[in-house]
């Protein structure tokens, strides 16, 4: 059991507070904020007036960052070192871990939270030590998976963050339970990333989402809370023995809350009300789990004396009236969205701290003074974090324990003087059942192990990633590849085929010779396909009608792929049967024999694709017609040399304005306009190679 750690920060005077020369009436003493009531300084002592002067509160951390001169003064790194480095701690022991932000709007959570560019938060600070740490990981027989969400809570809807969703209706995610794992986000979409300037992006994506409005109070306030979730496993395999835990790092930038004032639009008020709603939620959660924790502590404390004490009338009753006291009050969770994902975090699996930030200024005394009574009681609180590991592993060690005692067993056997036919039929038995457990560790590690090794070679040699949105998978890779469109109705899996490349150094050399020395270069990057009962090693086996032992060789020379049928092997390339060498691009159907087919992806190629229709969007001209080549459905018009190409389609609508312009048909400036926006199109085209064509039949 650990109790919810609590850290107060105090922010510097705002630019309102400076102007209105408001006095500060906060103080931090070592591990103690106090806090000054001055209506009570303005009035004479007496028995009238019980109310105190100063406050005082203890806390686990207290931070001054008022005045940067000041030699207390506490800077985002002095958080990070007390409060990130704690949660990295608990991550990479495996526990669950929560870090919140709460306070008044304006006091500095978001600041706190995700920081500014010159000097950032927690949250980055935290992921870069994530990393850091895989780092340190690279030269040992060990690994490790991170996978993110952002979600944002918006007047009680959910929307996520990190996806493209609906403008009409953004919030449309639900809230479960599994009676395991506890509250979830149906549909949230997690992003696996592979270094930290994947988090960094992913975050600013997230940020720039968030709903924020200008208040009263702040010029920028926060209107929504957020919730960035991390998911960090780790593989360990240590003297033979394998360890695999998992954490959950939840990163909570709570909305502040703020007096509602009449003069705000309706909207301003209706999400006031449901970001208070939720804040008063979260106050009576925090304040529910502390008495029950209380509780529960002096519930034990009493049950150790009883237990102590002689058996005595007295005692049996003190025992009856500690059982009836163990009624612990109903935790209101579902009351709100916030709660209910936080119920891990508060009173469950998980290493919680709460970062209260407050301001210094008397006119926020209120608020300072409910924000301190909310924390003070937070630390009352009692969870129940466990180190969160993989059930193979979890067996794989009982097993191990396990032969370890047989074998003491047997030593403690041998040793004893029984009678031989006894002992002899005892030690058999025993050494069987270390064998077979033997048996066992070795086969659940070796199915751990090539879990692990085998996924993150296949990650970093093809460049994959895969993403989760809603019950959807995203599998993305940066590589050119074959994708099979398997006909077979019992096929279930996707196949990916990536295409070999150029070593970085023949590729930076090819690059050169093409553009200064104008020479061609020699094939390399190439990947072979055929049946397995061919001479030569296939690196992509087929079987079916129509394959040859070897079919076709596909070469990718400095990111120009080709196609090269065997002499005799049937190939075809969008429809059209091809003998020669053929350019394939992005989105090509290749057929190869008679019942394999393949799309054929270019990454890169197909983010200059993307990049140049989201240009052209809008233009009814290179809306309909112009790219009408993309798809891959349509059967193109080829000879036996040549396929129509679109660069080949615009010359003749050059031509075509030409001649309208001679005889006269058209005004001059109109046939001027279309000859410039059909020209424009013709250096789109030419840009993207030779000839500007989709399909090159190469000679």
């Known amino acids: 059991m650990a109790n919810v750690k609590v850290a107060v920060r105090v922010r510097p005077l705002s630019k309102r507070e400076n102007a209105e020369e408001g006095r500060i009436i906060v103080e931090v003493d070592n591990k103690m904020a106090k806090v000054r ?19 005082a509160f203890s806390f686990d ?45 304006g006091s500095g959570k978001t600041y706190t939270m995700m ?23 690279s030269e040992q027989p060990a690994s490790c998976r991170v996978e993110v969400s952002f979600l944002e809570i918006y007047n009680e809807r959910v929307r996520d963050l990190l996806k493209q969703s609906d403008h009409k209706k953004p919030y449309t995610l639900r809230v479960r339970e599994h009676p395991e794992t506890g509250p979830y986000v149906q549909g949230l979409s997690q992003h696996l990333v592979t270094d930290y300037k994947q988090v960094v992006g992913l975050l600013e994506e997230g940020i720039a989402k968030r709903i924020t409005a200008a208040t009263h109070i702040h010029d920028a306030s926060s209107r929504s809370h957020a919730i960035f979730t ?74 150790s004396i009883t237990s102590e004490g002689d058996s005595s009338p007295v005692g049996s009753h003190t025992t009856g009236s500690v059982s009836g006291t163990r009624r612990q009050a109903y935790i209101p969770y579902r009351d709100s969205i916030l709660t209910w994902l936080l119920k891990d975090s508060l009173g469950g699996n998980s290493k919680t701290i709460m970062v209260a930030t407050i301001s210094p200024a008397s006119s926020s005394y209120n608020e300072t003074m409910s924000t301190l009574r909310y924390a003070s009681n937070a630390k009352n609180i009692i969870n129940k974090p466990r180190v969160n590991e993989d059930a193979n592993v979890k067996l794989i060690r009982e097993l191990r324990e396990e032969i370890d005692r047989l074998k003491t067993m047997l030593i403690s056997f041998e040793l004893r003087n029984s009678s031989p036919s006894w002992s002899d039929d005892r030690d058999g038995n025993l050494t069987e059942l270390v064998l077979q457990n033997e048996m066992k560790i070795d086969q659940l590690t070796k199915d751990w192990t090539s879990k692990w090794t085998d996924r993150k070679a296949i990650m970093e040699e093809y460049s994959v990633d895969i993403n989760k949105e809603k019950v959807g998978v995203t599998i993305d890779s940066n590589l050119p590849h074959l994708m099979a469109m398997d006909d077979d109705i019992l096929s279930t899996g996707v196949v990916l085929y990536h295409l070999r490349m ?148 615009e010359r003749q609508v050059i031509t075509a304005l030409g001649s309208t312009a001679w005889r006269g048909g058209e005004q001059p400036s109109v046939v001027k306009e279309q000859v410039r926006d059909h020209l424009e199109k013709l250096d789109v085209y030419k840009s993207m190679g030779p000839n500007g064509m989709h399909l090159r039949v190469l000679r």
């Open 502 to 649: 150029l070593p970085f150094l023949f590729f930076v050399l090819c690059i050169f010779r093409l553009c200064f020395l104008h020479l061609n270069t020699k094939k390399e990057g190439t990947t072979k396909i055929g049946r397995i009962d061919s001479d030569q090693e296939q690196d992509i086996v087929l079987q079916g009608q129509w394959i040859e032992r070897e079919h076709c060789i596909i070469s990718n020379n400095c990111g120009i792929v080709t196609l090269q049928p065997v002499q005799g092997a049937h190939c075809t390339v969008n429809g059209q049967e091809v003998t020669t060498a053929c350019r394939l691009s992005q989105g090509a159907l290749v057929v190869l024999g008679k019942v394999h087919k393949f799309r054929f992806n270019h990454p890169a190629e197909a983010a200059i694709l993307r990049q140049r229709r989201s240009i052209s969007e809008g233009s009814p001209i290179l809306s309909h017609g112009a790219l009408d080549w993309l798809n891959l459905d349509r059967d193109f018009i080829s000879s036996s040399t040549y396929i129509f190409s679109p660069l080949e389609k």
């Open 37 to 55: 009531n001055i209506k009570v300084d303005n009035r004479l002592d007496g028995p009238w007036d019980s109310r105190e002067k100063i406050v």
């Open 61 to 105: 951390y207290c931070y001054w960052s008022v005045d940067p001169e000041d030699p207390k003064y506490a800077s985002q790194e002095v958080v990070f070192q007390d409060l990130g480095t704690s949660v990295l701690s608990g991550a990479f022991k495996g526990y669950n871990i929560c870090l919140f932000a709460y306070g008044q709007t």
């Open 230 to 303: 991390i998911h960090y496993t780790q593989a360990i395999l240590e003297n033979n023995l394998p360890s695999e835990i998992a954490s959950k790092i939840n990163l909570v930038d709570l909305a502040g809350s703020e007096r509602a004032d009449p003069s705000y639009c309706k909207d301003r008020i209706t999400e006031g009300a449901n970001i208070n709603k939720s804040l008063v939620t979260l106050g009576i959660v925090i304040s529910t789990l502390a008495q029950n924790s209380q509780m529960f502590s002096s519930c034990q404390s009493i049950n």
């Open 115 to 137: 920081g500014t560019p010159a000097s950032i938060g927690l949250t980055p600070r935290i992921c870069e030590g994530l990393f850091s740490r895989e780092d340190d990981y």
